[in-house]
T-cell receptor, first 113, second 112 residues
Framework: DSGVTQTPKHLITATGQRVTLRCSPRSGDLSVYWYQQSLDQGLQFLIQYYNGEERAKGNILERFSAQQFPDLHSELNLSSLELGDSALYFC????????????FGSGTQLSVL | GEDVEQSLFLSVREGDSSVINCTYTDSSSTYLYWYKQEPGAGLQLLTYIFSNMDMKQDQRLTVLLNKKDKHLSLRIADTQTGDSAIYFCAQATGSSASKIIFGSGTRLSIRP
């Protein structure tokens, strides 16, 4: 158990809908990362937060947004969903977000039908 | 740019050594990593190397770094069936090494 909790584990929804994925980092970790894993794209870095502030941005679509709350949990919002958004979404945390070891959650499997 | 490339599949015989290769593009990377993903699970850090090192050994694992060629390799000695997994190479890049960019992963399968 990495200490990172992601909910829900599975999510099935329809095209055009909006969903929210939730992540609770390891106790004491200030930084949260979001990744998308799909068969054809591999593991894509989406965005990183440190202590509530966005620190780094990757290949995150405009339809997607995220935030980190004062209690350090994070949410990834995906809107106007398309079939191609079906993927496994991982959250990871680290103490300071400056290159240390990442601790990964078990992921949320999103299926867009 | 930031890109990490690795081959998709590797098949080795049980007891042999496995060598997984990776190339990266950002020469300013301070840390380079190998993560392991088992079926249905998140990624776990296996080992990492600082960019000022050439080699790191940790029990059955040996990491080699060639900075000139931007090439990283992971050697697993005496490969066992429990080593079957996807192995991801990753580099820390950006200011404060805040972006961790992963390769597509190499699926290692073990033949009896």
């Amino acid at each position: 158990d990495s200490g990172v909790t992601q909910t829900p584990k599975h999510l099935i929804t329809a095209t055009g809908q909006r969903v929210t994925l939730r992540c609770s980092p390891r106790s004491g970790d200030l930084s949260v990362y979001w990744y998308q894993q799909s068969l054809d794209q591999g593991l894509q870095f989406l965005i990183q937060y440190y202590n509530g502030e966005e620190r780094a941005k990757g290949n995150i679509l405009e339809r997607f947004s995220a935030q980190q709350f004062p209690d350090l949990h994070s949410e990834l919002n995906l809107s106007s969903l398309e079939l191609g958004d079906s993927a496994l979404y991982f959250c990871a945390s680290s103490p300071q977000g400056n290159g240390e070891k990442l601790f990964f959650g078990s992921g949320t499997q999103l299926s867009v039908l | 740019g930031e890109d990490v490339e690795q081959s998709l599949f590797l098949s080795v015989r049980e007891g042999d050594s496995s060598v997984i290769n990776c190339t990266y593009t950002d020469s300013s990377s301070t840390y380079l990593y190998w993560y392991k993903q088992e079926p249905g699970a998140g990624l776990q850090l296996l080992t990492y190397i600082f960019s000022n090192m050439d080699m790191k050994q940790d029990q059955r694992l040996t990491v080699l770094l060639n900075k000139k060629d931007k090439h990283l390799s992971l050697r697993i000695a005496d490969t066992q069936t429990g080593d079957s997994a996807i192995y991801f190479c990753a580099q820390a890049t950006g200011s404060s090494a805040s972006k961790i960019i992963f390769g597509s992963g190499t699926r290692l399968s073990i033949r009896p």
